[in-house]
């Protein structure tokens, strides 16, 4: 069988492509930007052609893969985060229309966007959505607004984001309600790292030196591993739960904390028995050592919370591997959608949308 093509845009370290590639998907051509995570990309996606650069540069030359059968990508995304200012005037907040511009250009026989979850959800970005589903609508796709959560597809982090997917002579009631099959069960923290063993072995060596303080005034919320108990907007992980989403600002005090006692030796956590006396009435006791077996979440534990194979290159200063890192798409999420992607190009009988669910997970809205 002739293997289905893709061109992958804003393709940073290549998260999503990793879930191409392991759906069957012979990806012919890339774009990144940035230098480093170029590097990381082509150390990693050896047969791609990769153009390097501002896409608006490329896109009349892509047209040379007119008629591949996907393009997809995540363009980005600051611009509509939540963690960010969301403005509509970001340059970044107009690459959506960039992407737009490739589709148009190359003609593929279905597209899929992935972006924050914001996009889809806040009233401020509705002329956005309305003028996305507008032009693609021009172009001949029939599109979905698809909301899903990254810890839903066997992955350990809990990272929702909207996917629009386009489709060619599609009929409007075969949408996507089949990405419902490939549901995994939910993985924990502590299933994803704990092979790889204390931060600083040979087999986890690449440590977060950014201290850990504890915050003078800390805010509560009835999880141990909510509200902000330390100084910084790392938080605290549960290895018996999943991952809060993985931010690009990792590398300082942003990185996710870990408890190493508690991951590896199943002792009582440090992070819980604080929270429950704080909890209790307890002040706040900000002068105090954290115990040293509290530390940062390594480079490696973070690739493999995002989805990355085991031997999965990253080249750059380590600030940049984190970003590269956070930046990505989960490998398992991507490869879920890039699954659907290929029954729908392959004729595959599709089951029914799926209903909104109280939490807005696996939401997809026709249009």
């Known amino acids: ?19 191409f590639d392991r759906a069957g998907f012979k990806i012919v051509a890339a774009n990144e930007i940035d230098p480093f995570a170029g590097k990381t990309y082509r150390a990693n996606h050896k047969n791609s052609e ?6 608006g540069q490329y896109i009349e030359a892509l047209a040379i893969f007119r008629g591949v059968d996907v393009v997809f990508g995540g363009p980005p995304c600051q611009g509509f985060s ?3 200012k969301m403005d509509l005037n970001d340059p970044r907040s107009q690459l959506v229309f960039a992407f737009m511009e490739v589709v148009r250009t190359v003609q593929p ?10 996009l889809a959800f806040l009233e401020k970005f509705q002329k956005v959505r309305e003028e996305l589903f507008r032009r693609f ?7 979905s607004m698809n909301v899903l959560n990254a810890k839903d597809y066997g992955s350990a982090q809990n990272r929702e984001r909207v996917f629009f997917i386009g489709a060619a002579k599609v009929k409007q009631n075969e949408k996507l309600g089949f990405l419902e099959a490939y549901r995994q069960k939910t993985l924990a923290v502590r299933d994803v790292i704990q092979h790889l063993g204390p931060a600083g072995s040979t087999t986890n060596p690449r440590i977060c030196k950014a201290k850990i303080t504890l915050a003078e005034k800390p805010v509560l919320r009835r999880s141990p591993y909510a509200g902000m108990l330390f100084n910084g907007q790392g938080r605290p992980l549960n290895p018996d739960g999943w991952s809060s989403t993985l931010p690009a600002t990792m590398g300082g005090n942003r ?15 440090w992070v819980e028995k604080y929270h429950e006396k704080l909890w209790n009435g307890m002040p706040s006791i900000p002068n105090i050592e954290v115990p040293k077996y509290l530390r940062r979440l390594t480079v490696d534990e973070a690739a493999l919370l995002q989805g990355f ?3 999965y290159e990253f080249f750059g200063p380590q600030s940049k591997v984190y970003c590269q890192i956070g930046n990505a798409v989960p490998c398992t999420l991507a490869e879920a959608v890039a699954l659907a992607a290929r029954d729908l190009l392959l004729g595959k009988k599709l089951s029914s949308t799926p209903k909104l ?11």
């Open 1 to 19: 069988m002739k293997a289905l093509t893709a061109v992958s845009l804003f393709s940073g370290a290549g998260g999503m492509d990793v879930g």
């Open 50 to 55: 990769l153009f390097e650069g501002d896409i």
């Open 82 to 84: 939540v963690a960010g």
């Open 109 to 118: 026989r279905v597209f899929i966007m992935e972006n924050v979850k914001a």
């Open 137 to 143: 609508s021009q172009l001949g796709y029939s599109v």
């Open 255 to 269: 990185t996710p904390i870990i408890d190493e006692q508690h991951l590896y030796e199943y002792k009582e956590s």
């Open 309 to 311: 194979p085991s031997d």
């Open 357 to 367: 669910s109280k939490h807005g997970e696996n939401m997809t809205l026709v249009f």
